[in-house]
């Protein structure tokens, strides 16, 4: 049987090794801090929660001008549709700024959006190309800041509307209710109630009557329309 003496300097040097290790594990930087190590986001899937900038470190180059440079990264890989990235439940004001890279996170980066309304839910809403990946960077909305904190994060794809073309007008029946939409429907340039274009998205139905008469269309539980 052997038998160790631990002397009073490697004592000393055990404690010291153990400090280390517990303040590291107090002060981990955010697993997505840098953009090489950044999270995917999947549109439609339940929003991330509990993420974080605490604890970041500052960024060697910001790719922005509009955001503090502790900050996190996600990506996000566009469709052809219109994307919405939220961010709720936050627990300090932050934004959401939007990029895209021909050489991925080594730059150069070129801004899409920097989106920063409200000190509370932030709503970053890009259209996006097919198969291009999108750099998103969340982080306190001055510059200068060294403030941190922790939101949620998740992407809405808009899917197109059936019937957003005249050419694909919808028929609706006399005496029958049909649901319908204009969330992600595009805005038309064909006169009509006197102006020269929708304020937003339009969409197309059609009605042929079975005899002569009157007819009236009623929008019925519609909201803002």
Do not use: K
Not at 129 to 138: A, K, Q, R
Not at 170 to 199: H, K, L, P, R
């Amino acid at each position: 049987m052997r038998r160790y003496l631990l002397s009073a300097t490697s004592g000393r040097s055990l404690f010291m090794v153990l400090c280390v290790l517990f303040a590291g594990a107090l002060f981990a930087q955010p697993a997505n801090d840098n953009c090489a190590d950044a999270i995917a986001l999947v549109p439609g899937a339940d929003a991330l929660t509990d993420q974080t900038t605490v604890d970041a470190v500052a960024e060697v180059t910001n790719p922005g001008t509009c955001a503090s440079d502790f900050g996190v990264w996600y990506t996000l890989v566009g469709t052809g549709n219109e994307m919405v990235i939220s961010s709720p439940n936050n627990s300090f004001d932050h934004e959401i700024d939007v990029f895209t890279s021909a050489a991925g996170c080594d730059g150069p980066f070129t801004q899409v959006i920097c989106r920063d309304v409200s000190i509370g839910t932030e709503n970053a809403s890009i259209d996006t190309e097919d198969g291009t990946t999108y750099y998103i960077y969340v982080a306190h909305f001055s510059t200068s800041s060294t403030s941190t904190g922790t939101f949620d994060i998740g992407v809405t794809e808009i899917l197109p509307v059936a019937n957003d073309d005249c050419v694909d007008a919808i028929e609706i029946e006399a005496g029958v209710s049909i649901d319908g939409t204009t969330v992600g429907a595009s805005s038309n340039s064909v006169a009509f109630c006197g102006t020269s274009e929708g304020s937003g998205g339009t969409v197309w139905y059609f009605f042929t009557p079975p005899a002569n008469g009157s007819l009236t269309l009623d929008m019925c539980g519609s909201d803002d329309v």
